[in-house]
């Protein structure tokens, strides 16, 4: 049996040599196998070599800071960590500044700066995704609606544009699902890792320790510890001004940021401008998933009441109502288009979702809601692939890597098209 599949391995190597995209098609359908995995990230270090910025995107900001930088010795590294919650830091978390110190002593290519956090990008997002994958028993097809969905939960340009958030999104959910799953608490270091990935995350960890705290109390008695989340969204007000108040704690780089978030007009002004200026789909994209999860959580939260579900499966549940929560309480130090944390929930919602189908997978009540996801995460599939493609060079789809080192294209597919 090794033997085989060491086999196909090579054959997929060599048509990856050829053609990646058309290795990646035959390997992406079966991610369980650590081959397919392996040639499908390969291919995404692929899409990283050859990705193609979105002028003024943040992934030319990272990249003129990159190449501006000159003699980024170790001491400069040390001050920029040890004062990178400090008002007067570029970047309030310790990756990027990693990043750049160890890359710039080997090169000033950006291509090779792309690739390096490309690789770690989509080295945690595969594995997140295999392990879901691996963790069903129970297999139907259609679970794979709800895969998907956290396939294409946000763009798969995140880790080479926005590099930081998008890393902590699959570290800090690695970290939780596992904890959730094995209950050892050694996973929750990498909820901590997300932290300095993204400062973001620093204020996630209140209410992971808030369910740590409370989750066996739920398990108990999940009516109880709704009544009790609603008496918290009721004081939501309270603890985001609590929290908002006491952010000095960590620095006045941190606080700063986020009170900005807020009290700067023309920076509200300029989201809401560009998020209304967007196609009517792309709104649709943006909050109807984000609602309808949590309707569907708290629709299987009354009807399976009685079901018995898995330890994991209630925790999971718990946990997604917890993210809910964390997003509403945020509003008081960020406007509606900043808040991330949906995205957080909704994915916590959506892995619950996949989860309970495996449990309960003969039920028709699952079923139909299977059915009502389906045009969700299609309109979440389009929308993705659609702004993704202005950054793909046709070299990804129909060349190979020969081909671009020979001749590189400037301009995307989806720019090509336009014209």
Known sequence: MFNSI?????????????????????????????GNLWIVLLFTLYFSFTFIPV??????RYEQRFTSLENYNIERYITDISGMYDGESMYQDAYVYTVQFLISHFTKDIRIYRLFFGFVYFLFFLKFIQYLIRCCINYNSRFNWFILGIVFLISFTAGINGIRWGLGLWVFLTGIIKFIKTERYKYLFLVVISGLIHFSYIYLLIFVIFYVITKKFYSNNRMLQVVIMIFLV?????????????????????????????????????????????????????????????????????????????????????????????????????????????????????????????????SKLMRLITLTYVPIAVLNILVILRGDLFTVSPN??????????????????MTILAF
């Open 396 to 413: 990804l789809i129909f060349g190979n890597i020969m081909w671009e080192l020979l001749y590189t294209f400037d301009e995307s597919i």
């Open 6 to 34: 060491n086999s196909s391995f090579k054959s997929k190597l060599l048509i990856f040599i050829l053609s990646p995209f058309i290795a990646f098609l035959g390997s992406v359908r079966k991610l369980e196998y650590n």
């Open 55 to 60: 002028p003024r995107s943040d992934a030319t």
């Open 234 to 362: 009721m004081l939501n007000s309270f603890f985001g001004n609590l929290i908002k108040s006491n952010l000095g704690i960590i620095g006045s780089g941190v606080e700063e940021k986020a009170i900005g978030y807020v009290e700067n007009e023309n920076y509200q002004t300029t989201r809401l401008e560009k998020f209304n200026n967007n196609n009517w789909y792309i709104q649709l994209q943006r909050t109807v998933p984000v609602f309808y999860v949590f309707g569907i959580v708290l629709f299987t939260l009354v009807v399976f009441r009685n079901k018995s579900i898995s330890l994991f499966t209630s925790g999971l549940q718990y946990f997604t109502l917890v993210m809910y929560l964390s997003s509403i309480v945020s509003i008081q130090f960020l406007d509606s288009t900043s808040n991330r944390y949906t995205i957080i929930a909704m994915a916590s919602g959506v892995i619950y979702l996949y989860f309970l189908n495996n449990e309960l997978v003969k």
